[in-house]
């Protein structure tokens, strides 16, 4: 403790020591204050990523603070064979909120996958139709990268080498509703979608498209999972982003922002659904326990009761206008501008890492997908001052590309 490295010394320490699996930017962080980030230089960083929509209430809010404080006084921990209370008021909470009956506690967006295919293939058998397995997803999709939920995702990307993946998943084209239709068999368990693609580049379902795909559902029997591990708890401008839609899923499955930086993740399911499962069906040591739920207790509290999850639309409306102005201006470096509430991307004309470095260099931090699209994430918290202040400094970004494709040109 106390000590301190150099940015230098840091990198190569962790190049050394952490297993390669990310590509990763050299910069290493040290504190966070709002909608602001320090690295180790001292240098201060405006975050539009939020830990990829984790820290929606920004850094060190003094409510979840507390909770965590709390927490580490009273009790981190006592595994799932006995009852606490923040657990049972978290469960009471996000149905309250949702309208879901029973929620199961995981510890991340794929474990919460992971138990919602789980119960969609149990509760298939339990109704007598023991042949209905398979999943249905998108083309694109993200859900994760445990086994069963890397199959889930459309991105054939990220199943390179690890074959053979488990049997039962199929993908269809987001936003096509013949097609799905078209996929549905006499094997089909459930259909899995993410109201938004995150990872895939920002890609909305259309509400044609969501309420196609409920009714197809229930025509066939089948359950409708919403993946709502990065459009939920309130990104999008609604608790769930299926609230904008005017649909309800059997299945609904949250993580990243439900504990704002504490790792939880979290599987509703209508009361039919969750016939699934009974005691022993599924289960996870860490899954919502003391200090987790404590946790996401502060954050719903902070979302409801302080006023943020109602600024979010204002909030988004600001920043979506802001991006689309740029785009009008920088026609040669930013393309579409996408997405729900907070959670927007823009498509890149120049080079991501370009683009990425530029805003780095000016003290923003933002995302870029595949080298092409610029996500931004902000916290909800995020101040109009911070809005117009992200949006001068991509401003800036933008005219200096632009000036590159010129000299380029000549
Ligand atoms: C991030 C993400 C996941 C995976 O969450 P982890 O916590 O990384 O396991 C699943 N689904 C969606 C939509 C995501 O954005």
Redesign the pocket.
Known sequence: MGVQLRADEIFAMSDRWVMHTYGRIKLAFVRGEGSRLFDVEGRSFLDFVSG?AVTSLGHGHPKLKQAIVEAAESLLHTSNYFYILPQAQLAERLAEVTGFDRVFFAN????A?EAAIKLARRYQVKSGRAGRYEVISAINS????TLATVTATGQPKYHAGFEPLPAGFRYVPLNDLEALRAAITDTTAAVLL?PVQ??GGIHPCTPEYLQGVRALCDQHGLLLIL?E??TGVGRTGTFLAAEQYGVKADICTL??GLGGGVPI?AMLATEEAAKGFEPGSHASTFGGNFLATRAALAVLDVLFNDGVLERVPQAAQRLWKGLKGLAERHPKVLGEVRGLGLMLGVELKVPGSRFLNGCLEKGLLVNVIGDKVLRLLPPLTVSDEEIDEALRLLELVCEECASECQDSAS
């Open positions: 990829l991340s967006g794929a474990e996958n993200f859900h994760g990268r993410e995150g990872e993946d591990v990065q993580a990243k993740g």
